[in-house]
C-alpha cells in the first residue's frame, strides 16, 4: 500500500502522521487489496472556528476509487470521521465484489 500524507497550510507532525497511519490501518485490515492512499490534511482560514479543519483522502483499490472528507474544528476528530466513512465505503465495495450466490445441490440418480 502507498500511502502519502501531505498537509495544505499545515506541517504534517510525525505524531499526525503516525495518528493518520493508525486509523488507516483499519481499512487494510477490513480490505487488503487496498493500492494507493492519499490524505491531503488542511487548515483553511474561515471565520466561524467550527469546520476549519479539514481532511480529506483519495483510496485506489483493486476495480474502485473512492473519496472522503470530513471537517471538524478539531483535526484529530477530522481524521476520525473520515476513516469512519472510508471505512463503510471499503466494506461496502468488498460485500458488492462477494458472490452472495449459494451452490447449486448436486442431484442424485
Known amino acids: 500500500m502507498n500511502l502519502t500524507i501531505s498537509g495544505h497550510h499545515l506541517d504534517v507532525t510525525p505524531a499526525l502522521r503516525d495518528y493518520v497511519t493508525s486509523k488507516l490501518d483499519r481499512?487494510?485490515?477490513?480490505?487488503?487489496?487496498?493500492?494507493?492512499?492519499?490524505?491531503?490534511?488542511?487548515?483553511?482560514?474561515?471565520?466561524?472556528?467550527?469546520?476549519?479543519?479539514?481532511?480529506?483522502?483519495?483510496?485506489?483499490?483493486?476495480?474502485?476509487?473512492?473519496?472522503?472528507?470530513?471537517?471538524?474544528?478539531?483535526?484529530?476528530?477530522?481524521?476520525?470521521?473520515?476513516?469512519?466513512k472510508l471505512d463503510r465505503q471499503v466494506v461496502r465495495h468488498k460485500d458488492k465484489l462477494q458472490s452472495h450466490q449459494h451452490a447449486a445441490p448436486k442431484r442424485l440418480m
Do not use: F, P
Open 27 to 84: 481499512i487494510t485490515r477490513h480490505y487488503d487489496k487496498v493500492v494507493d492512499v492519499k490524505v491531503i490534511l488542511t487548515v483553511e482560514k474561515q471565520k466561524e472556528k467550527e469546520r476549519r479543519q479539514r481532511a480529506e483522502c483519495n483510496i485506489h483499490v483493486k476495480g474502485n476509487d473512492m473519496y472522503a472528507e470530513s471537517s471538524h474544528s478539531d483535526l484529530y476528530a477530522a481524521v476520525d470521521e473520515l476513516v469512519d
